[in-house]
């Protein structure tokens, strides 16, 4: 039983490593990618010098989501079950799984120019994890010890890398929306486009978000016997539902568009970390055990 117990604290101090590593090698990415955003400004977008570098920040970005990946499932092995049940693990696995979609939709989306956003969130995120959230490998309490939790939380941190993504393209297109004659702006795509491109992301996250409220509804009722209570994580949920529910109303039937729209996609994912953050560090409830 003692080797057990010290096997597994081995290898929790071996995802940490990685885990560590691999933010090292994320500002590795973010450094490089800046680099050759500025040299797209000076330059213009087709410097060939600018681009190898994109290519090899997006290279280096996807060793870092590899060494992410090692670390996560070695928490997971040494918890002996998904490393999501706490704040810090929550974050972890989070950033690995935004950055991991972002790769994936770059081969599918024209959105190399968000790389630079992204992997500085990724760092912020991880650094964060590692200084604020950090915990040692616990047991999980009884309500956590169900198949629900996989299903509940996997799908809820696929919907807010979708809503991440999403919100990058909103906030460049406010700016792009506005007076500002920066030549940075002129590195980025259309108005038009990012709009299009933010809300593809948008619904894919709002229909990940629905099954979420519905899957966490369900494990409610199996873990405490009641589908809703109004526990404060229960109602931020809704709220951040209702708040992309109404971008999507807007963009569909009223015809919202530009900033309008943005606006909304920023108040949806500023109310996601807010309920990640705050609600989880200072109100009380049935969820405050967990990082969901």
Same mark, same amino acid.
């Given at each position: 039983?003692?080797?057990?117990?010290?096997?597994?604290?081995?290898?929790?101090?071996?995802?940490?490593?990685?885990?560590?590593?691999?933010?090292?090698? +994320?500002?590795?990415?973010?450094?490089?990618?800046?680099?050759?955003?500025?040299?797209?400004?000076?330059?213009?977008?087709?410097?060939?010098?600018?681009?190898?570098?994109?290519?090899?920040?997006?290279?280096?970005?996807?060793?870092?989501?590899?060494?992410?990946?090692?670390?996560?499932?070695?928490?997971?092995?040494?918890?002996?079950?998904?490393?999501?049940?706490?704040?810090?693990?929550?974050?972890?696995?989070?950033?690995?799984?935004?950055?991991?979609?972002?790769?994936?939709?770059?081969?599918?989306?024209?959105?190399?120019?968000?790389?630079?956003?992204?992997?500085?969130?990724?760092?912020?995120?991880?650094?964060?994890?590692?200084?604020?959230?950090?915990?040692?490998?616990?047991?999980?309490?009884?309500?956590?010890?169900?198949?629900?939790?996989?299903?509940?939380?996997?799908?809820?941190?696929?919907?807010?890398?979708?809503?991440?993504?999403?919100?990058?393209?909103?906030?460049?297109?406010?700016?792009?929306?506005?007076?500002?004659?920066?030549?940075?702006?002129?590195?980025?795509?259309?108005?038009?486009?990012?709009?299009?491109?933010?809300?593809?992301?948008?619904?894919?996250?709002?229909?990940?978000?629905?099954?979420?409220?519905?899957?966490?509804?369900?494990?409610?009722?199996?873990?405490?016997?009641?589908?809703?209570?109004?526990?404060?994580?229960?109602?931020?949920?809704?709220?951040?539902?209702?708040?992309?529910?109404? +971008?999507?109303?807007?963009?569909?039937?009223?015809?919202?568009?530009?900033?309008?729209?943005?606006?909304?996609?920023?108040?949806?994912?500023?109310?996601?970390?807010?309920?990640?953050?705050?609600?989880?560090?200072?109100?009380?409830?049935?969820?405050?055990?967990?990082?969901?």
């Amino acid at each position: 039983m003692t080797e057990v117990v010290e096997l597994n604290q081995e290898l929790a101090t071996l995802s940490r490593l990685l885990v560590l590593g691999a933010l090292t090698i +994320y500002v590795v990415s973010f450094l490089l990618l800046a680099w050759s955003l500025t040299q797209k400004v000076s330059a213009g977008k087709n410097d060939k010098a600018a681009n190898l570098v994109e290519k090899i920040g997006l290279g280096v970005m996807g060793l870092a989501v590899l060494v992410q990946f090692v670390g996560v499932l070695t928490r997971g092995i040494a918890a002996h079950r998904v490393p999501w049940a706490n704040m810090y693990e929550f974050s972890i696995t989070g950033s690995f799984i935004v950055t991991f979609i972002y790769l994936v939709a770059t081969f599918f989306k024209d959105i190399k120019f968000i790389a630079t956003f992204v992997s500085g969130f990724v760092v912020l995120i991880i650094g964060s994890a590692n200084t604020l959230f950090y915990v040692q490998v616990e047991s999980l309490m009884p309500a956590l010890q169900d198949y629900w939790l996989v299903i509940h939380v996997s799908v809820a941190i696929l919907a807010t890398a979708f809503f991440m993504i999403a919100a990058a393209l909103a906030a460049i297109l406010i700016a792009k929306s506005g007076k500002s004659k920066s030549k940075l702006l002129k590195v980025f795509p259309t108005v038009e486009k990012l709009q299009k491109l933010s809300y593809q992301f948008n619904i894919i996250g709002f229909i990940l978000w629905s099954f979420t409220l519905i899957a966490g509804a369900i494990w409610a009722d199996k873990a405490w016997h009641r589908f809703w209570g109004w526990d404060t994580k229960e109602v931020w949920t809704f709220i951040i539902w209702t708040i992309y529910a109404a +971008y999507l109303h807007a963009t569909t039937t009223r015809g919202w568009e530009g900033k309008k729209a943005a606006w909304l996609t920023l108040i949806g994912f500023t109310a996601i970390l807010f309920n990640f953050t705050i609600v989880n560090l200072f109100f009380k409830g049935l969820h405050v055990y967990s990082g969901l």
